[in-house]
Every structure is written in C-alpha cells, then in structure tokens.
Nanobody
Framework: QVQLVESGGGLVQPGGSLRLSCAVS????????VNWYRQAPGKERELLAT???????TYADSVKGRFTISRDNAKNTVYLQMNSLKPTDTAAYYC??????????WGQGTQVTVSL
C-alpha cells in the first residue's frame, strides 16, 4: 500500500501562484509514474501532468507553460507549481502514483479556488 497526502491548496487571485505538495509514504519514484489530476464540479477528471520513472514529463495543453511537476526523491514528495492561475483552474487537485492496475494510488485531494 502507498499513502498520498496532498497539501497547499487554497484561495488565490487570478494571476497568482500556488504550489501543491504530495507526500508519499514510501520511496517509489523509480518504478511508479507520478501524475497530477484535477476535477471541477460537473466535469470529468482531467490529467494535468505526468512524470514517468526515467521518462519525459508531459502536460495537458490547458496548463502547459503555467504548471510544473517536480519531485524530491529524498523527501518522497511530489510538487505541482502553478503560476498565472485563472478562474478556470478552480478544481479539486489530486496526486496519483501509478505502476499498473493493481498498484494505482490516489491522494484525498486539495481544493484550489481562483477568484477575486
């Protein structure tokens, strides 16, 4: 089992920045891909960023150039740096680590609200 705990969400004005954190309960980054998703009310869950083990990081077009995924292997922590935030970025944000169908874990989510 792998536990994920997200933090860093909150209320921010348009154009502002937030950094989300996802603390992972054990060292898995060499064998698991790390993903950030979000889900707004009434919408499907959207994949924002993927960092595969040893592979190339990819981003959804909706966040490319504004969001950056990173990880600290020593701290077993994944980050999502979000800049130039827009009201349309308002959603619950989820951290996910994936190896295969049997090893697919989610955090509890953290709310991000972008509003004046």
């Amino acid at each position: 089992q792998v536990q994920l705990v997200e933090s860093g969400g909150g209320l921010v004005q348009p154009g502002g920045s937030l950094r989300l954190s996802c603390a992972v309960s054990r060292s898995i980054f060499r064998t698991y891909a790390v993903n950030w998703y979000r889900q707004a009310p009434g919408k499907e869950r959207e994949l924002l960023a993927t960092m595969p083990p040893g592979g190339t990081t990819t981003y959804a077009d909706s966040v490319k150039g504004r969001f950056t995924i990173s990880r600290d292997n020593a701290k077993n922590t994944v980050y999502l740096q979000m800049n130039s935030l827009k009201p349309t970025d308002t959603a619950a944000y989820y951290c996910n680590v994936f190896q295969d169908a049997q090893n697919n874990y989610w955090g509890q989510g953290t709310q991000v609200t972008v509003s004046l």
